[in-house]
Every structure is written in C-alpha cells, then in structure tokens.
C-alpha cells in the first residue's frame, strides 16, 4: 500500500524560528511536491522536485526553500517562520520523470503549522 | 492565481442524491484530475481525464470535459454519508520545464441521511 508520511500532524513555532517540514515516501516515487493549503485559496504549490537534488520553484516559493539529499524524502524548510505562514502543508508524490501532469499524485496527511 | 475554480463552493444534498461539481480553467491542459479529501487530511486522487477524451467512469463517480469550453464536472450518483468530503480539480499542464498540477479552491459537499 502507497504511503506518504509527514513528521508532525501538529506543530506550533514562534516567529523567527527555524522550521523543518519533513516527508517521506516508500513507493520509490521521482516527483515530490510541497503544497500549502489555506481557505478559500485551495492547494498553492511551492517547491517541487523531479530527481535527487533537483527543485523547482512553484507558484509561491518565498519564504520557503527545500532539499532532497535522498529520493525517499523532501524537507521543506521556513528559515524565519511568520506568522502569515500559518497554513496546513501537504507533501506529495508520483511516478516518472518529467511527466507528472499525466500521474496522480500521493499526498501525506498533511502538517498544521501555527506560526505565534 | 488559481487556474481552477469549482463552482458551487459548497453543495448540500440528501443521501441517494446525486452531486455535480463543476470546474473552470483558463489556459490549456494536458489533463484534468479530482481529488477528495475528508476534512484535515490529505487528500486522494479520484479520477484523471485526459485533454483528447471526453467523458470517464469509476465506480459511482463520472467525469466530463469540455475542452472548447475549457470546463469539466463530477458527478457523483447515488450519494452516500460517507461522500461528505472537500472535492478538488487539478489542471495538469506544461510548466516551463517539467509539467505540473495547478488546484482548484474546492467545492464542500455535504451529504445528510
């Protein structure tokens, strides 16, 4: 069975801090994404990545950045949290390379981040 | 900006009923995708259509797409309690170098007994 898990169901950090999303996946997946999802504004991608050490800003990248040192996991990183990055995170993966519009994507449980 | 927008925000119905969700787009697609997702969690890929077809079926759930009018809808028959879900369309399309899927704001659904 597919599975995307993502370290914190909860968490809750103060402004200036230093914040690690972290997700991983066990179904050998090239593409991983990081969403955020906040009400009324659906899914905003922000990074994605294709390959091991490859990222792709998506359409809100600021404030925000990434890393993939092995092909199972994809860490999103607030290098000073605010308060206005208060939102619900969603990693996600698929198969293939540069195709992904054509695969499903697999997403985590999500992450309530609240930034105080 | 958004490139997805589901139409009506939030729907109610009565169990046995069926459901139409609607789903607008601006630029063109490789293909279109819905997803559910029960309330605080992730969310879970339903049905993908492709830019060359026109309609497609999965169990209780049927989809169109319109390319002309740049639309597609989901219809969900026979609704159950258990269909009670955030619903999403994803327009899958070329994004500079890779592809990528651009979401929707959602239609909530609420299905009573």
């Known amino acids: 069975d597919v599975k995307v898990t993502q370290s914190s169901r909860y968490l809750v950090k103060r402004t200036g801090e230093k914040v690690f999303l972290e997700c991983v996946q066990d179904m050998d997946h090239e593409n991983m994404f990081w969403y955020r999802q906040d009400p009324g504004l659906g899914l905003r991608l922000i990074y994605f990545?294709?390959?091991?050490?490859?990222?792709e800003k998506g359409d809100i990248p600021e404030g925000y950045s990434v890393s993939r040192e092995k092909k199972e996991r994809f860490s999103l990183i607030l290098e000073s949290a605010s308060t206005n990055q208060t939102s619900m995170y969603l990693c996600a993966s698929s198969p293939q390379g540069l195709t992904v519009a054509y695969n499903e994507q697999f997403f985590g449980p999500g992450t309530r981040l609240t930034v105080l | 900006s958004q490139q997805g927008e589901e139409d009506p925000q939030a729907l109610s119905i009565q169990e046995g009923e069926n459901a139409t969700m609607n789903c607008s787009y601006k630029t063109s697609i490789n293909n279109l995708q819905w997803y559910r997702q029960n309330s605080g969690r992730g969310l879970v890929h339903l049905i993908l259509?492709?830019?060359?077809?026109r309609e497609k079926h999965s169990g209780r759930l049927r989809v169109t797409l319109d390319t002309s009018k740049k639309s597609s809808s989901l219809l969900i028959t026979a609704s159950r309690a258990a269909d009670t879900a955030s619903y999403f369309c994803a327009r899958g399309a070329w994004a500079g170098t890779a592809s990528k899927l651009t979401f929707g704001t959602g239609t909530r659904l609420q299905v009573t007994l």
């Open positions: 990545s294709y390959d091991v050490k490859m990222k």
């Open positions: 259509i492709r830019s060359n077809e």
